[in-house]
């Protein structure tokens, strides 16, 4: 099974930014999908953004779609999330999974590490 250690979150105003990193070991395969996630209080966990193992494609959600970026160091196992011109919604404990696809991580995945906290002050 993968391990999945988030890191990079913080307290910041809105309109900065802060990248987030995940760095994963253990058993990785290159067909999976790595992505992050998000859960605010009171909240179910949604998508955030998800890269291929090869860096060839990624997707978002249209909640941050054009101001967060995913990417993907493959010597590292690191997935990186970007996150520019930040908003108070964007405030919840972010987290990053692997899995065959985003579907199966969110409704079969038991392999949620600690997240790391985002909090975005007005």
């Known amino acids: 099974q993968v391990q999945l250690v988030e890191s990079g979150g913080g307290l910041v105003q809105a309109g900065g930014s802060l990248r987030l990193s995940c760095a994963a070991s253990?058993?990785?395969?290159?067909?999976?999908?790595m992505g992050w996630f998000r859960q605010a209080p009171g909240k179910e966990r949604e998508f955030v953004a998800a890269i291929n193992w090869s860096a060839s494609s990624t997707s978002y959600a249209d909640s941050v779609k054009g101001r967060f970026t995913i990417s993907m160091d493959n010597a590292k196992k690191t997935v990186y999330l970007q996150m520019e011109r930040l908003k108070p919604e964007d405030t919840a404990v972010y987290y990053c999974?692997?899995?065959?696809?985003?579907?199966?991580?969110?409704?079969?995945?038991?392999?949620w590490g600690q997240g790391t906290q985002v909090t975005v002050s007005s």
């Open positions: 253990g058993r990785t395969f290159s067909s999976y999908v």
């Open positions: 999974n692997a899995g065959a696809s985003v579907i199966t991580i969110l409704t079969t995945s038991t392999n």
